[in-house]
């Protein structure tokens, strides 16, 4: 059985510009969720959808958006891109939204010139 | 606001030793979950452990079993019988209302290093 996917694995961006990361959930998840994960914050909530709906979102600006599609797959967008965004950005999948377990891909790392 | 924390940033054991990492949290929910993830380098994470608070038992995997202090709000984990492929980070998490919230909180982490 596949994991969690996420392409690309290493993007180099600069500022102002925007970037779209790309996440495979393992078959048969319903529910992808997005982390950002950085030396200083450590490991920060983004968003999670399920059934193409966005069911919560954590404290980011609106630079940052995502969207699933109907086989689950999900991506995530951040336009203007700020020095600050550089982070390896995970994604994890779960099958359904009352375990709490959270299958983690092996995250994009972005880094932001 | 909820918040998880590790104060060991790092830590380091013997291979074969027994080591525990701390972990505590702040909530006013009465019913969350309880997680250890591992993230060993350049690897994805997994999950080690996992408590519901309304459980009393302390979960137990393998050599992986958790000190649930649910009064005291800490979340310890015991790794027995340390092996080499335990070096990682961990990161203690909580989570509240699975149905209505995938909103998972992280500590900062400690970064565990098992010495041969």
């Known amino acids: 059985k596949a994991g969690v996917t996420q392409t690309p694995r290493y993007l180099i961006k600069t500022r102002g510009q925007q970037v779209t990361l790309s996440c495979s959930p393992i078959?048969?998840?319903?529910?992808v969720s997005w982390y950002q994960q950085t030396p200083g914050q450590g490991l920060q909530f983004l968003f999670e959808y399920f059934s193409e709906t966005q069911r919560n979102k954590g404290n980011f600006p609106g630079r940052f958006s995502g969207r699933q599609f109907s086989n689950s797959r999900s991506e995530m967008n951040v336009s203007t891109l700020e020095l600050g965004d550089s982070a390896l950005y995970l994604c994890?999948?779960?099958?359904?939204?009352?375990?709490?377990?959270?299958?983690f891909g092996e995250g994009s790392r972005l880094t932001v010139l | 606001a909820q918040t998880v924390t590790q104060s060991q940033p790092e830590m380091s054991v013997q291979e074969a030793e027994t080591v525990t990492l701390s972990c505590t949290y702040d909530?006013?929910?009465?019913?969350?979950?309880l997680f250890w993830y591992k993230q060993p380098p350049s690897r994805q994470m997994i999950l080690v452990i996992r408590?519901?608070?309304?459980?009393?038992q302390n979960a137990t995997e393998n050599r992986f079993s958790v000190n649930f202090q649910k009064a005291a709000k800490s979340f310890s984990l015991k790794i027995s019988d340390s092996q080499l492929g335990d070096t990682a980070m961990y990161f203690c998490a909580f989570m509240t209302n699975l149905y209505n919230n995938n909103d998972m909180r992280f500590g900062a982490g400690t970064r565990l290093t098992v010495k041969p």
């Open positions: 909530t006013s929910e009465n019913n969350y979950y």
């Open positions: 994890a999948s779960s099958k359904d939204r009352n375990t709490g377990e959270l299958f």
């Open positions: 078959s048969g998840h319903r529910s």
């Open positions: 408590q519901e608070a309304y459980k009393q």
